[in-house]
């Protein structure tokens, strides 16, 4: 009785410790979502206005200058000496002074302009740079890359090229203090009537940049400008942490955080300009944001421990007065077995007075058991078979209640999500005995994302039910709370470990897709092998190596294994029951059977493809006896743009 009461008060307790868990879980995930939203939403207004002010300044910037290019190559003194016809070498000397002086002034005069090169279609080349003109007039003289000069040359006429981002060491050949680091070279084919084909390079350096972008740095973000080939133009702000263009352009604008190798959070935002096509990317460092949610997420549990400590008083007061009502209780039937029928009033302070309670119980149950034990052998066998009778009964009853109540636990609703055009699916479990081990199961982790989940318990029956009605509540639960399948599975694996005595375990399937692109994780727990699809293909099944089953090896790891549905594909996953199903003579239904059913209607909706099998397997075993449960789920991923 003292053991009894004992465990009688933790459980009392536990409710309330669970109540104040799970607010307190609901707390801090509600609000850490909220703050977090609303920074990344101020984080897009900003980004709104750097975007705007960079694509309003970096085009017209680029667009003048490419035009002011233009009129400089038409000028009198670059088209003369583009010719390069003069009759003695003093003319052209003259001509080659005049050029320059004009160039230099001209790219000191535009703010884009870092230097202007012109090459002849024979690769000669003339022009002038900061530190330097550049007159080679032989195209042997012409030190720029092959693969520079071919890029050029094959630009037809009208097309801008962009080449680069180049140092400024290509050209010079050599380099020094202020040789620029960063140069994009604007190259395109002009053809003017005066001197035929000419090639025109207009050399932009990152100081350009410089201005543009300073008044966007709020040390906290870092600024990537790449080219069209992801090599990256310049950027600004603190040094940057990831170097990866195509991590940092595929990642952002996506409104999730992210984070480093450090456990450092950011997030990427990113845009691309019209013209050039360049692509700029802003990256935040969130985790000053994440230090206040960590603060908050502490008031609260601070908070929570003081509410769990009031609990605890009123508890222990209430415990005190329940106690006392058991003493009250003890004292009644010590006077009923001394049969002193007066009121007694006495007022317990110990818990060992329920000891002595037992006791006299027991004796007065001996008493009575002597008494009636004449009786009991007169009406043993009537009451016995009466007894067998109503526990039959009781039995039957139970297991109907049991089936529906199994029935009711998987969802059995379709469509299961009417509202929901990006897949259809459908499932079923037919049982061997009245209830079974099998179960499916399938709902929305969130909004983009779909989990589904077979299972086959080991053995029959009642036991099979309820050990099925725990696994499948433990998978829901870890799934829900955003984990992958193989975290989910080790999880639950933990936690049918730690009181399996009948050494019962589960086989799972279990898959998360996002159903925005068609992309999910899959692990597969000693299950049978799914059935995939492809739109307009066979159903063929995807064999590769399984993990142990879940429930009895506490050391058992799992792991995912990614895959990616198009519109039009379907998978159709199953239990054992299905494969091995028996007929009268011995032979099983097998994997071939199953392909040949599920191949008879391949383009069929999912509720018809499950039909098409079920009748495939009563015809195969025919009067046979059911041997195990007959579950089966199948989904046709449609996409976005599903019908």
């Given at each position: 009785?003292?053991?009894?009461?004992?465990?009688?008060?933790?459980?009392?307790?536990?409710?309330?410790?669970?109540?104040?868990?799970?607010?307190?879980?609901?707390?801090?995930?509600?609000?850490s979502?909220?703050?977090?939203?609303?920074?990344?939403?101020?984080?897009?207004?900003?980004?709104?206005?750097?975007?705007?002010?960079?694509?309003?300044?970096?085009?017209?910037?680029?667009?003048?200058?490419?035009?002011?290019?233009?009129?400089?190559?038409?000028?009198?003194?670059?088209?003369s000496?583009?010719?390069?016809?003069?009759?003695?070498?003093?003319?052209?000397?003259?001509?080659?002074?005049?050029?320059?002086?004009?160039?230099?002034?001209?790219?000191?005069?535009?703010?884009?302009?870092?230097?202007?090169?012109?090459?002849?279609?024979?690769?000669?080349?003339?022009?002038?740079?900061?530190?330097?003109?550049?007159?080679r007039?032989?195209?042997?003289?012409?030190?720029?890359?092959?693969?520079?000069?071919?890029?050029?040359?094959?630009?037809?006429?009208?097309?801008?090229?962009?080449?680069?981002?180049?140092?400024?060491?290509?050209?010079?050949?050599?380099?020094?203090?202020?040789?620029?680091?960063?140069?994009?070279?604007?190259?395109?084919?002009?053809?003017?009537?005066?001197?035929?084909?000419?090639?025109?390079?207009?050399?932009?350096?990152?100081?350009?940049?410089?201005?543009?972008?300073?008044?966007?740095?709020?040390?906290?973000?870092?600024?990537?400008?790449?080219?069209?080939?992801?090599?990256?133009?310049?950027?600004?702000?603190?040094?940057?942490?990831?170097?990866?263009?195509?991590?940092?352009?595929?990642?952002?604008?996506?409104?999730?955080?992210?984070?480093?190798?450090?456990?450092?959070?950011?997030?990427?935002?990113?845009?691309?300009?019209?013209?050039?096509?360049?692509?700029?990317?802003?990256?935040?460092?969130?985790?000053?944001?994440?230090?206040?949610?960590?603060?908050?997420?502490?008031?609260?549990?601070?908070?929570?421990?003081?509410?769990?400590?009031?609990?605890?008083?009123?508890?222990?007061?209430?415990?005190?007065?329940?106690?006392?009502?058991?003493?009250?209780?003890?004292?009644?039937?010590?006077?009923?077995?001394?049969?002193?029928?007066?009121?007694?009033?006495?007022?317990?302070?110990?818990?060992?007075?329920?000891?002595?309670?037992?006791?006299?119980?027991?004796?007065?149950?001996d008493?009575?058991?002597?008494?009636?034990d004449?009786?009991?052998?007169?009406?043993?066998?009537?009451?016995?078979?009466?007894?067998?009778?109503?526990?039959?009964?009781?039995?039957?009853?139970?297991?109907?209640?049991?089936?529906?109540?199994?029935?009711?636990?998987?969802?059995?609703?379709?469509?299961?999500?009417p509202?929901?055009?990006?897949?259809?699916l459908?499932?079923?479990?037919?049982?061997?005995?009245?209830?079974?081990?099998?179960?499916?199961?399938?709902?929305?982790?969130?909004?983009?994302?779909?989990?589904?989940?077979?299972?086959?318990?080991?053995?029959?029956?009642?036991?099979?039910?309820?050990?099925?009605?725990?696994?499948?509540?433990?998978?829901k639960?870890?799934?829900?709370?955003?984990?992958?399948?193989?975290?989910?599975?080790?999880?639950?694996?933990?936690?049918?470990?730690?009181?399996?005595?009948?050494?019962?375990?589960?086989?799972?399937?279990?898959?998360?897709?996002?159903?925005?692109?068609?992309?999910?994780?899959?692990?597969?727990?000693?299950?049978?092998?799914?059935?995939?699809?492809r739109?307009?293909?066979k159903?063929?099944?995807?064999?590769?190596?399984?993990a142990?089953?879940?429930?009895?090896?506490?050391?058992?790891?799992?792991?995912?294994?990614?895959?990616?549905?198009?519109?039009?594909?379907?998978?159709?996953?199953?239990?054992?029951?299905?494969?091995?199903?028996?007929?009268?003579?011995?032979e099983?239904?097998?994997?071939?059977?199953?392909?040949?059913?599920?191949?008879?209607?391949?383009?069929?909706?999912?509720?018809?493809?499950?039909?098409?099998?079920?009748?495939?397997?009563?015809?195969?075993?025919?009067?046979?006896?059911?041997?195990?449960?007959?579950t089966m789920?199948?989904?046709?991923?449609?996409?976005?743009?599903?019908?």
């Amino acid at each position: 009785m003292k053991q009894y009461l004992k465990s009688l008060r933790l459980q009392l307790l536990l409710p309330v410790i669970v109540v104040i868990l799970a607010v307190v879980t609901l707390m801090t995930t509600l609000f850490s979502r909220a703050y977090i939203n609303m920074i990344l939403q101020q984080e897009n207004e900003v980004n709104a206005v750097g975007f705007e002010t960079v694509s309003q300044s970096v085009t017209p910037l680029i667009n003048t200058s490419v035009s002011e290019v233009r009129n400089i190559l038409a000028d009198e003194r670059v088209a003369s000496y583009a010719r390069l016809q003069y009759p003695t070498p003093a003319t052209l000397i003259h001509a080659r002074i005049r050029c320059k002086d004009y160039l230099a002034s001209e790219i000191t005069r535009h703010e884009g302009i870092y230097g202007l090169l012109f090459m002849r279609k024979d690769e000669s080349l003339f022009g002038v740079l900061p530190e330097g003109s550049f007159f080679r007039d032989h195209p042997e003289e012409n030190q720029l890359p092959a693969e520079m000069k071919a890029q050029i040359l094959e630009a037809s006429l009208g097309q801008t090229v962009w080449i680069g981002p180049l140092s400024a060491s290509v050209f010079y050949g050599f380099e020094n203090a202020d040789t620029a680091r960063n140069v994009m070279v604007c190259a395109w084919k002009n053809v003017h009537v005066s001197y035929g084909e000419c090639y025109a390079l207009m050399l932009t350096d990152e100081t350009v940049f410089d201005g543009l972008f300073s008044v966007l740095q709020d040390r906290k973000s870092t600024w990537h400008l790449y080219a069209e080939d992801g090599s990256e133009i310049w950027h600004a702000g603190p040094e940057a942490e990831h170097t990866d263009p195509g991590m940092l352009i595929n990642e952002s604008n996506k409104g999730k955080l992210l984070h480093d190798e450090n456990g450092r959070p950011f997030c990427l935002f990113s845009m691309t300009m019209a013209s050039p096509e360049w692509t700029l990317v802003r990256e935040v460092n969130m985790e000053n944001y994440e230090q206040v949610v960590h603060r908050v997420r502490g008031a609260i549990w601070i908070a929570a421990g003081l509410v769990f400590l009031v609990a605890l008083v009123f508890y222990a007061l209430w415990l005190k007065k329940f106690m006392r009502q058991f003493n009250s209780l003890q004292n009644e039937i010590i006077r009923m077995g001394q049969g002193d029928l007066e009121s007694i009033e006495f007022r317990p302070f110990s818990i060992n007075e329920f000891e002595q309670m037992q006791r006299e119980i027991n004796r007065t149950c001996d008493a009575l058991t002597q008494q009636m034990d004449t009786i009991r052998r007169m009406e043993r066998e009537q009451a016995e078979q009466e007894n067998r009778k109503k526990e039959q009964e009781r039995i039957e009853r139970e297991l109907v209640v049991a089936r529906e109540i199994q029935a009711n636990v998987l969802p059995n609703e379709f469509p299961a999500f009417p509202d929901r055009t990006e897949f259809d699916l459908f499932a079923s479990m037919t049982p061997a005995k009245e209830v079974g081990g099998d179960f499916y199961d399938f709902f929305l982790t969130d909004s983009d994302h779909l989990a589904l989940v077979i299972a086959d318990v080991s053995g029959k029956g009642i036991p099979a039910a309820l050990f099925m009605m725990v696994s499948k509540t433990l998978i829901k639960n870890e799934l829900l709370n955003g984990c992958d399948p193989a975290t989910a599975l080790d999880r639950v694996n933990q936690r049918l470990c730690e009181r399996n005595s009948s050494m019962m375990f589960v086989t799972v399937w279990v898959a998360v897709l996002e159903i925005s692109t068609g992309k999910g994780l899959a692990c597969n727990a000693g299950h049978e092998h799914p059935a995939l699809r492809r739109a307009d293909g066979k159903y063929a099944l995807v064999k590769y190596p399984h993990a142990v089953f879940v429930g009895v090896n506490r050391k058992a790891r799992y792991q995912n294994r990614a895959f990616e549905l198009h519109p039009g594909d379907r998978v159709f996953v199953y239990t054992d029951g299905v494969p091995e199903a028996t007929a009268g003579s011995g032979e099983m239904f097998g994997e071939q059977r199953l392909a040949a059913a599920l191949n008879t209607c391949p383009d069929g909706k999912p509720e018809e493809i499950l039909r098409t099998v079920k009748s495939a397997v009563d015809a195969f075993v025919g009067d046979a006896e059911q041997f195990d449960d007959l579950t089966m789920m199948c989904i046709e991923y449609k996409g976005t743009d599903g019908a």
